[in-house]
């Protein structure tokens, strides 16, 4: 598998594979699928726009992250900032890089992918912060929230509503940059 950055246009060439690969990771019926398309659709024009997909060798996409600058009238980033204090605001959301998706199929999950991705995603962002949020789960048991803590996300804002979703969520954030661990000390080291 190869890890490589998107842009724009190579995301929505895409589109159906992202949106299949976002379906399997996340549970969600198919009908709430094609409310997800567009607007995973619209993010492509967002300042700051960074996009990350992990491809085999034939092709097929197996992962893919991406994000964007958070700012004000972007309906996720009006969201969290409502639920936030003012001190957190300006610690988190004042220069803030949000992490939108990051997912990978079932089947090549736990071996390294997300991992490549969101060091990647971290690795390009700019600001001084990144915040993204995930379903709440046992961290020891959940995939994702290991991943997270392992890249030293902590916790800004836990069982969170968003409207039109049922679960709970947490809100995660770390200061950027990303400072790497030596080569030798990184688990698979991503390639381009």
């Known amino acids: 598998m190869r890890l490589v950055a998107w842009q724009p ?22 009908e ?35 994000g964007y600058t958070s700012a004000p009238g972007q309906w996720w980033h009006d969201q969290v900032r409502y639920a936030l204090g003012e001190e957190s605001r300006r610690q988190w959301m004042a220069d803030c890089f949000e992490v939108v998706e990051l997912h990978v199929r079932p089947t090549a999950q736990g071996h390294g992918v997300g991992a490549r991705q969101l060091r990647a995603l971290l690795a390009m962002a700019k600001g001084r912060s990144v915040l993204l949020s995930t379903p709440e789960a046992d961290e020891q048991l959940s ?23 049922e679960r709970a969520f947490a809100v995660l954030g770390r200061e950027l940059p990303l400072v790497e661990r030596p080569l030798e000390d990184a688990p698979g080291v991503a390639g381009g």
Request: charged share 30%; aromatic share 16%; no cysteine.
């Open 9 to 30: 246009d190579d995301l929505l060439r895409r589109l159906d594979d992202v949106v299949g690969v976002y379906g399997e990771a996340m549970g969600y019926r198919q």
């Open 32 to 66: 709430l699928l094609q409310t997800r398309r567009g607007y995973i659709g619209s993010h492509v024009r967002r300042p700051g726009f960074r996009a990350v997909a992990t491809l085999t060798t034939e092709g097929r996409l197996m992962g893919f992250g991406y």
């Open 143 to 165: 995939r994702a929230w290991r991943l997270y803590r392992r890249y030293g996300f902590t916790d800004v804002l836990r069982h969170f509503y968003f409207p039109g979703d």
